[in-house]
C-alpha cells in the first residue's frame, strides 16, 4: 500500500481542479439500508484509517437513524458526509427518485438529511440518489434542500441486465465534474449544485464490478476513463463486506450480487486502491470541488497534456 501521510503529495492536492496536474480519486461508500451491513462499515473504516484516505459517506437515513454512533464517527475521522435517500428502497418498495413527485423527494431528502444531522452534527450538502435513479426534479428538490454536490449521474454506463442502470438517458453526459442545466441534467448550465459524476466504462468502478471482471479488466476501464476525465469516482456498499447471511436484505437486490459477499473483499479493494495511486491518482473529498463555468452547448475542450475530453473524442470518431 502506498498511500500514507509519507507520500504526502497525494493528500495535499484537496480539490486541485485546474491547480494540479494529479487526476483526482474519490473513494465514496453508499450506505444503503440494509441491517446487517453495519459491521462492514466498521471494517472500511478500520481500512480508510490504515490506508490513511478519506472519503466521502452517503448514508440512506434510516440507516443514519439505525446507526447514528457510526455517522459520527465517520465524521471524526475526517470523512465527508453525504445522504443516498431515506430508505432507498430498503425492505420495502424502491425509492426512485426519477419518478417520485417534487415534495416526495424533498422529504425523503430532509428526512436522511435531519437523521444525518441528530446523528453528526453537521448538515449534508452532498446527495446520491438511491441506484443512481436521478432526475431534474431531485435536482431542484436538493436546491431548496440546501445541496451544493451530487453524484448520481450515470454517465457512460449501461449494465445491459447486471446491475441497476438500464437506461441511456445520461449515458453520454460529461464524466467531468459539472454544473447541471436545470431542464437537462445531461447538459452543463447554471444550477448551483456541482455533479461528480459516478466513473463508468460501460460497467461502475465499483466494488462489485472488480468482483465480477477482476482488477485487469477495471485497470484497462480506468485507463480508459483516464484519457477521457481527469476524475475517477469510485463507491463500494458495507454490504459487500459481510457475508450475505448474516445482513436482511430489500427483495430487489439481485440473489447473484449477494453471493460475493465476504471480508476478504478488502483485499481486492486495496489491490485496487495500489494499482490507482500507483498511477497518479490524488485521493479528494467531494465538498470543495469548483468547476469552471461552462456555456452550454460547447465541447468541452481540458488543454492538459494528452488529456481528451470524450466529447471531442466522440466528434472525431463521428468524421
Ligand atoms: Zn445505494
Redesign the pocket.
Known sequence: MTLGNGNGQHLVNRNGHGKTALPQFYFTI?C?WVPGSQVGLEMLLAFCDRTHLKGTI?F?GRFAEAYPHLVRDCHDRGHQLGT??WA?GGLEDDEDFRVASYEQQRRWIRQATDAVEMAAGIRPVVF?A??LSIGETTLRALEQEGYRYDSSVPARRFDMGFGRVHYLKYFWSPLEPYRPSGNDLTMPGESPLIEVPPSSCLFPINLATLRTLGLPMVQRMIRWIGRRSRHLVFYC?PSEFVYAKDQVFPDAMSKWNQKGMCPANLSILEAFLDYVLKHGYAPTQMMGITVRRLDSGQPIVLRAGSFQSDRTYREEGQR
Do not use: L, S
Open positions: 453508499d444503503d452517503f440512506a443516498h435517500g432507498h446520491r438511491p441506484n456498499h
